[in-house]
């Protein structure tokens, strides 16, 4: 048992030269930039404070379970033992399981699936299975993040081919280019390591690390918004960046223009 938790336990070893800067961490680069999830995440739950309470105060479990994404892939990269890669992929799992559970449009439910409350049981369900199954069959984790995101993935792009908002419009293009940036970083250093090695630049996972985070804040307000007009209309949702709007770069969030008292009463 103790096996699992020993420094480079996991089969997993990215590109970063191992122990290059202390003795104590494995990967140094690649747990520095874990750190960055500590920066965005308590960010983006101020943010979004006011959609959360009016929408669902839940909705503040993905960026509190980020910080805890943040937290575990420090820990694996530094120690690149087979539970830190466990806790890395795991809360990873659980952070897309939460969002599906919230943000998964009504309208798309099974037949069998009449309300949210049952979908979110459903989902648990799923995810639990999912986690108990990994311990004894580590691949099965990757299946279902991979079915989770693509799924979710999927979902985005059916709804925004209804949606005519100039401003999600042009999110979505900066997220889908974000991700893709994240993607390749994760795909070049995993599967082209000997290539950046001869080149003496052996960081493109720390840098996914980065990417990745900005582009969840990126993609999840996306997802927010088209639901706040969904579930909450008359809250009319509209999008900002912090910490300036003219930028029209920064973090995104939602801002409420109307309010309860605006909803109408039949």
């Known amino acids: ?107 798309l439910f099974p037949s069998f699936v009449k309300d949210r409350a049952t979908f ?23 299946y279902a993040l991979n079915c ?16 005519t908002d100039r401003k999600a419009l042009r999110l979505a293009k900066l997220s889908v280019g974000l991700w893709v940036l994240a993607i390749s970083c994760w795909i070049s250093d995993r599967f082209a390591c000997s290539f950046w090695q001869k080149l003496n630049f052996c960081y493109l996972h720390g840098f996914w690390h980065i990417l990745i985070v900005i582009a969840v804040a990126y993609g999840s307000t996306l997802i927010a918004y088209l639901d706040a007009n969904n579930e909450i209309p008359y809250s009319l949702p509209g999008l900002q960046y912090w910490p300036c709007e003219k930028w029209a770069v920064g973090l995104p969030h939602i801002v409420l223009k109307g309010t309860t008292k605006t909803r109408k009463r039949c």
């Open 120 to 142: 979110s049981r459903l989902v648990l369900a799923i995810t639990i299975i999912s986690t108990l199954t990994s311990f004894v069959k580590p691949t099965v984790n990757a």
């Open 148 to 163: 989770f995101g693509l799924h979710l993935l999927y979902t985005l792009l059916v709804e925004m081919r209804c949606c």
């Open 1 to 107: 048992m103790a096996g699992v938790f020993s420094y480079e336990s996991s089969e997993l070893d990215w590109c970063e030269d191992n122990y290059k800067h202390s003795e104590h961490v494995v990967e140094y680069f690649n747990t520095m930039s874990s750190l960055f999830f500590f920066v965005i995440s308590p960010i983006m739950l101020y943010l979004l404070h006011p959609y959360a309470r009016e929408r669902n105060l839940a909705i503040h479990l993905v960026w509190i379970m980020m910080i805890f994404v943040g937290l575990f892939s420090a820990y694996f990269h530094m120690t690149l033992s087979f539970m830190g890669q466990m806790l890395d992929e795991l809360s990873i799992l659980w952070v897309l399981a939460v969002g599906y559970a919230l943000w998964f449009p009504r309208k």
